[in-house]
């Protein structure tokens, strides 16, 4: 292989291109308009575009794809993850192009691409799986309340094309039933061209383990240990670790048996995984086999030191599994933390925007796989995911530490991210006991764990504010050389005003000489404040004895990020003059992110009631249902489906109903 093409984006296309660059391969890479100065573009040895921007033009057309590595001479097509990397149809088109498809042989993706005939042909394997059933399109009541006595409640209703949380419903009575499976293959069909669902009995908060597995064309089969992958928000992973603090030498080689007898069972070659749930009992239950590398890939080759990307590349070329595989070793212990563009506070709602600033610092024990860069813009078209984190230790508690560090010290300003949740997580004493489920995010409100304290959150703003000073003293030649904060008439104070999207922050504050005098919403933030240094970008204060340095980067007109010891706020700051062209109409529905409307079921002048779904968004493969808040009328429908909406755009406008006239 002298010439690999990657059939992806951002940091998975990057990861490949290191492994393939060691090795000697060049890399073609192909990219969406959007896409055109990614840093996966100026990293490649080669760039072909695919005109368009979301993925069904371009990272979904297979066609265009092929016909990129043949025009390069590609010897390969490595598809990474996401978009074709589990499509059997589009591995069998590489084959016939004369190319080397990066992974299993098409009957096995398709073997496993229907979670359905999966699930059967591991039982005949002898592989634990849950009780359920499909759910045809349109069944009747009758065959509803036949799959749901086999699963028993609660149940999933599942996506059987797809995964990663889409088409996927928790259903906790036969009343919610109907609905949710609608629901679910709406999803399904949207995301992944299918809409067939099926049920199967949902364990209450299990652990999610997962085994890797590598395979070669020689019928070699080797699982190289576990990973865990418990926390997970809208069913989606955001922590996994190796190894499972929950399994044992004993688990683990039962664990390792039946993930190679379901390999094996499909003939698998190259790298993918088998998902497993277990249980408070300990027993474990087939989910799915990932026909692909995964996300968390990264926590196995620093506990083994095994390089993934080499073997994919090296099985591809033909070459049998190495050595170091059936020797490989669990050696410490690592933690992956995934660093997506969405707010929390606003239930994981994919955000959007410019990187104004992505610093990620790495250092012993810490490795950054990003597919971002400062200047980078963040579109709605694909995956909200900026980066993963990973930290590595001789101790599970070790590599939380790191981690969390580096986290901590990361700055990303411009796009809101769960930055502060997995900091959170990390030094959160159930996670650092070993005690996470499914559930974890269930027991712990993301919001809470995410806010940082109102005494730290006061002092970000203190500090913001003195810095707007500084810049603003700058800015004027009579008042550059006069200290942030000071004034000829001393006894009036300075005030200014910032918002953090849960709380409304009043800074008024004086400097004498080095003093400051200084309340936040009328608390002082300490008996004794001193500014040591202050710039329009960083300020140095000592609080009661503690001195502590804050750095000031404002965004555009009025987003503040300030940066202090292990946390970060971004602010808004509250212009005293409000524009009135910027009022909104009362009872308008606004679009809480950048999307596109795939459902109107609204109409002008109809009766709806509380919680009634209106419009359904997508964004970043993620749908968003806007309900009706209360009882009322529809007065204007503004949006159609198709529609591309930004955030803060009216969708519609609600009006009271009308009471008829008591007389």
Same mark, same amino acid.
């Given at each position: 292989m002298?010439r690999?093409?990657?059939?992806n984006r951002?940091e998975i296309a990057?990861?490949?291109?290191?492994t393939?660059?060691?090795?000697?391969?060049?890399?073609?890479?192909v990219?969406?308009?959007p896409?055109?100065?990614a840093?996966?573009?100026?990293a490649?040895?080669?760039?072909v575009?695919?005109?368009?921007?979301s993925p069904?033009?371009?990272y979904?057309r297979?066609d265009?794809?092929?016909? #990129?590595?043949l025009?390069?001479?590609?010897?390969a097509?490595?598809?990474?993850?996401g978009?074709?990397?589990?499509?059997?149809?589009?591995a069998?088109?590489?084959?016939?192009?004369?190319?080397t498809?990066?992974?299993p042989?098409p009957?096995a993706?398709?073997?496993?691409?229907?979670?359905?005939?999966a699930?059967?042909l591991?039982?005949?394997?002898?592989?634990?799986?849950l009780?359920?059933?499909?759910?045809?399109a349109s069944?009747?009541p009758a065959v509803?309340?036949e799959?749901?006595?086999?699963?028993?409640?609660?149940?999933l209703?599942?996506a059987s094309a797809?995964?990663g949380? !889409?088409?996927? !419903?928790?259903v906790?009575?036969e009343?919610e039933?109907a609905?949710?499976v609608?629901a679910?293959?709406?999803?399904a069909a949207?995301?992944?061209?299918?809409?067939?669902?099926?049920?199967?009995?949902?364990?209450?908060?299990p652990?999610h383990?997962?085994v890797?597995?590598v395979?070669d064309?020689?019928?070699?089969?080797?699982?190289?240990?576990?990973r865990?992958?418990?926390?997970?928000?809208?069913?989606?992973?955001?922590?996994?670790?190796s190894p499972s603090p929950?399994?044992d030498?004993?688990?683990?080689?039962?664990l390792?048996?039946?993930?190679?007898?379901?390999?094996?069972?499909i003939?698998?070659v190259?790298?993918?995984?088998?998902e497993?749930?277990?249980?408070?009992?300990?027993?474990?239950?087939?989910?799915?086999?990932n026909?692909r590398?995964q996300?968390?890939?990264p926590?196995t080759?620093?506990?083994?030191?095994?390089?993934?990307?080499?073997?994919?590349?090296?099985?591809a070329g033909?070459?049998?599994?190495?050595?170091?595989?059936?020797?490989?070793r669990?050696?410490?212990?690592?933690?992956e933390?995934?660093?997506?563009?969405?707010?929390?506070a606003?239930?994981?709602?994919p955000?959007?925007?410019?990187?104004h600033?992505?610093?990620?610092?790495?250092?012993?024990?810490? !490795?950054?796989?990003a597919g971002?860069?400062t200047?980078?813009?963040v579109?709605?078209?694909?995956?909200?995911?900026?980066?993963?984190?990973?930290?590595y230790?001789r101790?599970r508690?070790?590599a939380?530490r790191r981690?969390?560090?580096a986290?901590?010290?990361?700055?990303?300003?411009?796009v809101?991210?769960?930055?502060?949740?997995?900091?959170a997580i990390?030094a959160?004493p159930?996670f650092?006991?070993?005690?996470t489920?499914?559930?974890?995010?269930?027991?712990?409100d993301?919001?809470?764990?995410?806010?940082?304290?109102e005494?730290v959150?006061?002092?970000?703003?203190?500090?913001?504010?003195?810095?707007?000073?500084?810049?603003?003293?700058?800015? #004027?030649?009579?008042?550059?050389?006069?200290p942030?904060?000071?004034?000829?008439?001393?006894?009036?104070?300075?005030?200014?005003?910032?918002?953090?999207?849960?709380?409304?922050?009043i800074?008024?504050?004086?400097v004498d000489g080095p003093e400051?005098r200084a309340t936040v919403?009328?608390?002082a933030?300490g008996?004794?404040?001193?500014m040591?240094a202050c710039?329009?970008d960083?300020?140095?204060?000592?609080?009661?004895?503690?001195?502590r340095r804050?750095?000031?980067?404002?965004?555009?007109?009025?987003?503040v990020?300030v940066?202090g010891?292990?946390?970060?706020?971004?602010?808004?700051?509250?212009?005293?003059?409000?524009?009135?062209?910027?009022?909104?109409q009362?009872?308008?529905?606004?679009?809480?992110?950048?999307a596109?409307v795939?459902?109107?079921?609204?109409?002008?002048g109809?009766a709806?009631?509380?919680?009634?779904p209106?419009?359904?968004?997508?964004?970043?493969?993620?749908?968003?249902?806007?309900?009706?808040?209360?009882?009322?009328?529809? #007065?204007?429908?503004r949006?159609?489906?198709?529609?591309?909406?930004?955030?803060g755009q009216?969708?519609?406008?609600?009006a009271e109903m009308?009471?008829p006239?008591?007389?």
């Open positions: 002298r690999l093409l990657i059939a951002g990057l990861r490949i291109m290191r393939a660059h060691a090795m000697g391969i060049a890399t073609v890479a990219y969406s308009d896409d055109a100065a840093p996966h573009v100026q490649a040895d080669e760039a575009r695919l005109p368009g921007a069904a033009e371009t979904l297979g265009r794809i092929i016909a #990129a590595a025009a390069t001479r590609a010897d097509i490595h598809p990474g993850y978009f074709l990397s589990e499509n059997a149809g589009f069998a088109d590489v084959a016939a192009a004369g190319l498809f990066v992974g042989g009957e993706i398709a073997a496993m691409g229907s979670k359905l005939r699930k059967e591991m039982d005949r394997a002898g592989v634990p799986v009780p359920g059933g499909e759910i045809p069944a009747p509803l309340a799959v749901a006595g086999r699963a028993g409640f609660p149940l209703i599942k797809g995964g949380g !889409r088409g996927m !419903r928790l906790s009575d009343a039933l609905g949710a609608e679910a293959s709406r999803e949207a995301a992944f061209g299918d809409g067939t669902v099926f049920a199967e009995r949902f364990v209450t908060d652990r383990i997962e890797q597995i395979g064309t020689y019928g070699n089969a080797q699982h190289i240990f576990e865990e992958c418990s926390i997970q928000r809208r069913y989606q992973k955001i922590i996994e670790e929950a399994v030498d004993t688990l683990r080689a039962q390792g048996e039946a993930a190679v007898r379901a390999a094996r069972a003939g698998y190259g790298a993918g995984t088998v497993f749930v277990l249980d408070r009992a300990g027993q474990f239950y087939f989910l799915e086999v026909t590398l996300v968390e890939h926590v080759e620093l506990v083994t030191g095994l390089d993934l990307v080499e073997i994919q590349l090296r099985v033909g070459e049998p599994l190495p050595a170091e595989v059936a020797n490989a669990l050696t410490g212990h690592a933690i933390a995934r660093l997506y563009a969405e707010d929390v606003a239930g994981f709602a955000a959007t925007g410019t990187l600033r992505f610093e990620i610092p790495g250092g012993p024990g810490i !490795r950054v796989d971002y860069s200047g980078d813009v579109s709605p078209h694909y995956d909200a995911m900026l980066a993963k984190v990973i930290g230790g101790t508690t070790e939380a981690l969390e560090r986290l901590r010290q990361a700055r990303v300003h411009g809101t991210t769960n930055l502060s949740l997995l900091a990390l959160e159930e650092l006991a070993g005690q489920d499914t559930g974890y995010l269930t027991r712990h993301p919001a809470a764990l995410a806010a940082p304290d005494s959150t006061a002092v970000h703003a203190l500090a913001a504010a003195l810095a707007r000073q500084a810049a603003n003293r700058a800015a #004027a030649p009579v008042l550059a050389t006069l942030s904060g000071w004034r000829n008439v001393s006894s009036i104070r300075h005030t200014a005003e910032y918002h953090t999207g849960t709380a409304d922050l800074v008024a504050y004086r400051v919403n009328g608390e933030p008996e004794h404040v001193v040591r710039t329009p960083a300020v140095d204060l000592e609080i009661d004895g503690i001195r804050y750095r000031v980067d404002r965004v555009r007109g009025d987003r990020y940066d010891p292990g946390t970060s706020v971004a602010l808004t700051e509250v212009t005293r003059l409000a524009d009135p062209a910027a009022a909104v009362a009872g308008s529905l606004l679009a809480p992110m950048p596109m795939i459902t109107v079921a609204a109409m002008a109809g709806v009631t509380a919680g009634q209106l419009i359904v968004l997508e964004a970043m493969k993620m749908q968003h249902t806007v309900l009706a808040p209360a009882d009322g009328v529809v #007065a204007e429908v949006v159609k489906e198709g529609d591309q909406v930004t955030t009216v969708l519609a406008v609600m009308e009471q006239d008591a007389g």
